[in-house]
Each structure stands twice: as C-alpha cells, then as structure tokens.
C-alpha cells in the first residue's frame, strides 16, 4: 500500500486520510477491506474511501466477509464503477484506467485542503502504463501532477528503521547505472529531513 503526506503543519485534531482501493484486478481492495475492519483505525483517522459501494461490498466478500462498521467512514461514491470493466487477475487498461481516476480524485482532495494524506491499495505499473501513465512509478505521477521538481521515493517505516530507496521500478539490469554518489546522498539528504 501507499501513502502520500501533504502538510504537516496542520492543527492537533485526527488525520484526514483519503483511501482507494488500489487495482481493483489485485489484492487491493480486500487489503483495503482488512484495514478498514480494524475499528481502531477509524479512530485514529477521519477515512474518506474513494470507491463505489459495489466496489466496497465486493472488497468485504473478497476479505472473507470481514465486518466494516461504515459509520466511521464516509464513502465517496461518485457512481464510476460500471465504466471501468475489470477482470480479477488481469493486467489491463480499464483497471489502471480505474486507479489513475481514483488517484486523481484523492488529488483533488488534497489540492482543496479536505485531506491531509492518500493510502492506497497496491497498484499494478503494467495496468497504469496500458492506461497512460508514463512515469516510471506513482510516485512520480503524483510528482506531475503537483507539479513538484524535488525528491521522490518511497519511504519504508519498521519501528526506528527508516529506510529510501535509490531506484524503484527499474529493471534489475538498470539498478547499477542508477546507483551513484548523487543519487545516494539525495536518498540520505530526504530521509535526514524526514526523521
């Protein structure tokens, strides 16, 4: 899963967080139901879930008919679903098509300030390139599309552990060329600003 963070300037009050469900073909959605069947997430969170409640009901049966109290949560259903036709397990245009429109939604949010984050279910990059992204990963998408220049990466937390990476979703054959003094020390330089 995914999380982008916007401001952490923010009044102490529950982080606003907008959910998607990922790519609807993957794991995803039942992943997404698992975390919102966790009560003590919504009470940590004020939850957006960007889905449709179709989408919703069929992450629940998905994830074994976990029970998701959707009093905590608001669900923005724009009625979307039926014009993406996906297939589970299946790499393809509809259901990168589908992640990219709920990205751009949670975008939306961000830009006007009801969000403070974006999780995200996991994405499938073949899915997204068929749809039309170009940029190597989502993260530089989401880097587009805020039009922002600086430094991007995934940033993995286990407990004290932070950790960046130097590349991320490169062929293993590219990995060396990648790897240099600048681009390790831009690594170092976001995760010392972070911490």
Request: with cysteine; net charge positive.
């Amino acid at each position: 899963m995914g999380l982008a963070v916007v401001d952490s300037k923010l009044p102490a009050r529950k982080p606003r967080i907008a959910i998607t469900l990922g790519d609807p073909s993957g794991v995803g959605p039942e992943l997404i139901a698992k975390l919102l069947s966790n009560i003590a997430n919504q009470k940590r969170a004020d939850i957006l879930l960007l889905a449709d409640h179709t989408e919703l009901d069929a992450a629940i049966e998905d994830a074994g008919g976990v029970h998701v109290p959707i009093s905590g949560i608001k669900v923005l259903d724009d009625g979307t679903a039926p014009n993406y036709h996906t297939t589970r397990s299946q790499v393809s245009k509809a259901s990168g098509a589908r992640c990219i429109h709920q990205l751009k939604r949670a975008l939306k949010l961000v830009q006007a300030g009801e969000v403070d984050a974006i999780v995200f279910g996991p994405l499938n990059k073949s899915s997204l390139k068929k749809a039309g992204m170009t940029e190597e990963d989502e993260l530089r998408w989401f880097a587009k599309q805020l039009d922002f220049k600086g430094t991007t990466s995934e940033i993995n937390i286990a407990g004290e552990l932070w950790t960046g990476r130097v590349t991320s979703h490169i062929g293993i054959e590219d990995v060396a060329a990648r790897i240099t003094k600048q681009s390790v020390l831009k690594a170092i330089e976001l995760l010392h600003r972070l911490r």
